[in-house]
T-cell receptor
Framework: DAKTTQPPSMDCAEGRAANLPCNHS???????VYWYRQIHSQGPQYIIH???NNETNEMASLIITEDRKSSTLILPHATLRDTAVYYC????????????FGTGTRLTIIP | DTEVTQTPKHLVMGMTNKKSLKCEQH?????MYWYKQKAKKPPELMFV???????INESVPSRFSPECPNSSLLNLHLHALQPEDSALYLC????????????????FGSGTQLSVL
């Protein structure tokens, strides 16, 4: 039972901003939105997470709508190394709570 | 050191073999995880250990046997596997902080690519 919905694939030109959408209409009040990515033949890598405020770090920005039913991950200046599968996950944020992956978005950066 | 190290990177085994996958972290994390990933599919949770005790078993067949000998190590013992068990096995760790902790991100290793013949 997927908690998130993402487009299966997207393309983005190198140097442009990549905007990856995610719908999580059934998110609970204590669930955070997490983004991970998985580059081919590697383990998933944490990108960013947030509860209700927009967040930014050195990798990306996360924009969460006011009703928290959807979010967008923004990679501001995409490079070829950003080609990966991007997973949007909702998760309560304590202890050893399980992290359940959905099908993700395969992002391809075009030279 | 923010690494999760998995060994071996590749493993080929027969259906009658016994083998073990190993995972190690030195970040002081107290939660450790095993995931299984088939080709072109998302990772699927298998087991979670919290403070060296098994806290989640996602109905995994008994031919997979996890072990957490100490807070830095996690093993997955394999016995009598089937060809359909061929997959990438990923280990991860997280801090496992108190309720209300705000930074429970998981760190993943690069995985062991397992082939069962």
């Amino acid at each position: 039972d997927a908690k998130t919905t993402q487009p299966p694939s997207m393309d983005c030109a190198e140097g442009r901003a990549a905007n990856l959408p995610c719908n999580h209409s059934t998110i609970s009040g204590n669930e955070y939105v997490y983004w991970y990515r998985q580059i081919h033949s590697q383990g998933p890598q944490y990108i960013i997470h947030g509860l209700k405020n927009n967040e930014t770090n050195e990798m990306a920005s996360l924009i969460i709508t006011e009703d928290r039913k959807s979010s967008t991950l923004i990679l501001p200046h995409a490079t070829l190394r950003d080609t990966a599968v991007y997973y949007c996950i909702v998760r309560v944020n304590f202890g050893n709570e399980k992290l359940t992956f959905g099908t993700g978005t395969r992002l391809t950066i075009i030279p | 050191d923010t690494e999760v190290t998995q060994t071996p990177k590749h493993l080929v085994m027969g259906m009658t073999n016994k083998k073990s996958l190993k995972c190690e972290q030195h970040m002081g994390h107290r939660a450790m995880y095993w995931y299984k990933q088939k080709a072109k599919k998302p990772p699927e949770l298998m087991f979670v250990y919290s403070y060296e005790k098994l806290s989640i078993n996602e109905s995994v067949p008994s031919r997979f046997s996890p072990e957490c000998p100490n807070s830095s190590l996690l093993n997955l013992h394999l016995h009598a596997l089937q060809p359909e068990d061929s997959a990438l096995y990923l280990c991860a760790s997280s801090q496992d902080g108190p309720v209300g902790a705000t930074n429970e991100k998981l760190f993943f290793g690069s995985g062991t690519q397992l082939s069962v013949l």
